[in-house]
């Protein structure tokens, strides 16, 4: 059964699997709201286009052990340098059941050098996550297709990006920190500041 994390939470994902992990897949999911003229909240989907779409753009930054950014996977860089880490695509509305986006990593594949993988959200089309509901990530192990973790994002405010969750080597191990820290931006790389805290 799949772990239900909190804020600040580190767990070893092959415990928490009880196998272990070469292929993990990364789902961020969500659905676009929008307040009604007399304040009410629609948690409903709505359809791409418009002043309604939503757009959330996952993200997966590579960090080798002296905290350099060693590469990016995102909606403009679909796959990385090594092919360890495969994004599924940019989803430009949140429409539909199940995730939105996928990040897909071949733990097995990737490079030595690489210490962290860090995983943001941000709101493409600038909307802040007022007008965001149901927002998730989770890891699933892809041998099969069970979910390990799902870290809960809906925290509604003011801000536009979150810095989701890291996974990363320990102790022979790959571990999994749910972060949850919010920002702002239309992009990765304006949290660059804020992540540089968590390597």
């Known amino acids: 059964m799949a772990i239900s ?3 600040g939470q580190k767990i070893s994902l092959e415990k928490e ?31 791409g286009g418009g002043d309604n779409s939503v757009d959330l753009d996952a993200s997966c930054l590579l960090f080798n052990e002296q905290g350099q950014l060693a590469d990016t996977v995102w909606f403009r860089q679909l796959r990385s340098q090594d092919g360890s880490i495969q994004h599924s695509g940019d989803n430009r509305t949140g429409e539909g059941e199940g995730d939105d986006e996928q990040i897909h990593v071949q733990l097995s594949a990737i490079p030595a050098h690489i210490k962290t993988l860090m995983f943001t959200v941000n709101n493409y089309t600038g909307q802040d996550f007022s007008q965001v509901a149901n927002a998730y990530c989770r890891i699933i192990n892809a041998a099969n297709n069970q979910e390990v973790a799902r870290y809960d994002l809906s925290c509604q405010g003011g801000h536009s990006a979150m810095i989701m969750a890291k996974v990363y080597r320990h102790g022979g191990e790959w571990k999994m920190h749910a972060i949850g820290d919010t920002g702002q931006g239309r992009t990765f790389d304006q949290l660059m500041p804020q992540i540089a805290g968590y390597l």
């Not at 709201?33 to 007399?38: D, K, L, N, T, V």
């Open 5 to 7: 994390l909190q804020k």
């Open 17 to 47: 699997a009880g196998t272990s992990l070469n292929h993990i897949i990364m789902g961020l999911g969500w659905d676009a709201g929008q307040r009604s003229q007399s304040g009410g909240m629609f948690g409903g989907l709505f359809s």
